[in-house]
Each structure stands twice: as structure tokens, then as C-alpha cells.
């Protein structure tokens, strides 16, 4: 399949898994309770409240946020609001959609590429390392440390720096809570899944018959290396784009709401607990188009690793 077919397949596949994803979120949203009309309600009868107040109080809120249209015509708008990706203001605040989203995922990005070009490349060394050489010391010693840091719970750990902070234990340095820790936390979430998949992977090839030719003609350690990589590569793509992005996915949603990031994760939660629709939907289309940008990607490189794979027919 030409790059052209290839990149239309994936289109065509995204824009149909985007009405599904779209229309389940929609469902869910719509047709569960409403947590922030009962919360209204509820603090309207803490207050003695009469009846009308309530009544009045609440039909001002289903008003102002369009939900007492019917629910076909709420569908008809929201979709259509995210295929011309006009995707209004914020039910909460007011602000375009768009500009808080496109933040979001900026500062996002601030601490997760740092995190994953560490966490993949770091990983990948010292499984290679273990691998090539699995008696040494040196290699035992990185992947006994990969597996301790990635066995910790980041997420206690984070705690813990917070309650410092709100302690008066220590001051809080901005740097360090807002990029140092994020990115620590991130890589140790990643790295100790790449360490031991990346040295299974390429102990799969260390014995084989063309790496024992590599290095009866007196290849060098890093040679030798180089073709188990060249071989090992494409299954360490594909846990690049699955495991690791759905470890991503969960560890920024926690290290966000630990240091109060105003990233992609938080707002995305914030839109939940609020239930404002444009947020959570215009969310929900960035990490559609994430996940169909990968699989391009991710087809791409199979071709490029291994001209025999043919990606179209995968």
C-alpha cells in the first residue's frame, strides 16, 4: 500500500473511532445524572430554599447551558461543533475552548517529552546493556535500579513532597514542582517497563546464528549491538505507542492534580467535575488525533525498520 493509502486508511479509520468515541462520551455525559444540578439542589435546601427558588434555580441552569433543548439537537450541535473543531467557550469560565485545550497540551508537553526521551532512552541502554552483557555487575546494578524506581509509587512520593510544602517543612522551589519533579516522576514510571522489554526483546537475538557471525569476524560490543537493535526495533516502537502512552495517559492525570499543573490532564478533569461539555469533548478529539497520528507514525516506521512488512495488510 502506497504512503498516500496508507495515511487515508488511518484518516478514514479515525474519523469513524472519533464518532464512536464522541458519541459514547456524549451519552455518558448527557444521560447520567447531573452531579452539578445536584449539588445545586443541595445547597439550595441546606440554605431553606422554597420549592420555586429550587425549581427556578435549576431551570436557570439548564438554560444557561442549553440542556433544556432536546437531546437530538444537543448532539446535532456538539458534533457538528467538533468536525468544523469550532468548539465554542467554556461552560465554567467562559474562555474559548480552543485556546485552553491547545495550553493545556503545551504545558503538557513541557515535562512529558523531556520524560519520555529519558525514560525510552534510558531504557533502552540499559536493557541493551543487560542483555549484551548479563553478568556484569554494571548491568545487573541498572536494571535492579530501573525495576526499584519504577516499583516506587510516584504518586506517594509526590505526596510526600507536597505535604512538605504545605508543612512549612521546606519552601516550595517552582522549578523543581512544576518541570524537576514531573519529569523525575514520569521517567521512573516509564523506564522500568522499557528496561526489562527491551532486554527480553534482544535476548531474542543475542544467540541467534547472524550474531554469533557478526561476532566470530571480530565485531565490536557496539557492532554487535547495532544489529541486535536493527532487529529488536520494531517491537520496541510498538510499545512506544501503546504501553508507554497509556502509562502516559494515567501518570498525567496523577501528577498533575499532585503539583496543580494547569496542563491537559487537570482541565480535562476540571471539565469532568463541571461537566462542561466543549472541554471534555474538544479533550477527547486531541487524544483521537494523538492516537491516529501514532498509528501513521507507528505504520511509517514498521516500513522504514523492516522493508519486508507490509503495512498494509496489518
Not at 510526600?160 to 519552601?171: Q, S
Not at 565490536?220 to 502512552?245: D, K
Request: glycine content about 10%.
Amino acid at each position: 500500500m502506497s504512503v498516500l493509502g496508507l495515511f487515508a486508511k488511518r484518516i478514514a479509520v479515525g474519523l469513524f473511532s472519533a464518532w464512536v468515541v464522541l458519541t459514547t462520551v456524549f451519552a455518558a455525559m448527557t444521560m447520567t445524572d447531573d452531579w452539578v444540578a445536584q449539588s445545586i439542589e443541595g445547597m439550595l435546601r441546606f440554605g431553606n430554599a422554597s420549592e420555586e427558588e429550587i425549581e427556578q434555580a435549576l431551570n436557570a441552569y439548564m438554560a444557561d447551558r442549553g440542556y433544556d433543548r432536546p437531546l437530538y439537537e444537543q448532539y446535532v450541535d456538539w458534533m457538528g461543533n467538533m468536525l468544523t473543531l469550532e468548539w465554542g467557550d467554556s461552560l465554567v469560565s467562559g474562555e474559548p475552548v480552543t485556546a485552553l485545550v491547545v495550553d493545556g497540551v503545551v504545558r503538557t508537553g513541557m515535562y512529558v517529552v523531556p520524560a519520555l526521551v529519558l525514560g525510552v532512552c534510558i531504557g533502552i541502554l540499559v536493557g541493551l546493556y543487560a542483555a549484551v552483557a548479563p553478568k556484569s555487575r554494571v548491568a545487573n546494578l541498572g536494571r535492579g535500579t530501573a525495576y526499584l524506581l519504577f516499583a516506587l509509587p510516584s504518586f506517594w512520593l509526590g505526596g510526600f513532597c507536597v505535604a512538605l510544602v504545605r508543612g512549612g517543612v521546606i519552601d516550595r522551589p517552582d522549578l523543581l514542582f512544576d518541570h524537576g519533579l514531573p519529569i523525575l516522576f514520569i521517567t521512573m514510571t516509564l523506564l522500568g517497563g522499557y528496561v526489562s522489554y527491551t532486554r527480553a526483546h534482544a535476548l531474542e537475538y543475542t544467540s541467534t546464528d547472524f550474531v554469533a557471525l557478526v561476532k566470530a569476524k571480530g565485531a565490536s560490543p557496539l557492532l554487535v549491538t547495532r544489529h541486535i537493535v536493527r532487529n529488536a526495533a520494531i517491537p520496541l516502537f510498538s510499545m512506544l505507542f501503546t504501553e508507554v502512552l497509556a502509562l502516559l495517559v494515567l501518570a498525567v492525570f496523577v501528577i498533575e492534580m499532585l503539583f496543580a499543573i494547569d496542563g491537559f490532564g487537570l482541565l480535562f478533569l476540571q471539565a469532568v467535575m463541571h461537566r462542561d461539555f466543549p472541554i471534555v469533548l474538544g479533550g477527547t478529539i486531541v487524544v483521537i488525533v494523538l492516537g491516529v497520528v501514532g498509528s501513521i507514525v507507528q505504520d511509517l516506521s514498521y516500513s522504514y525498520l523492516d522493508p519486508r512488512v507490509d503495512t498494509g495488510r496489518r
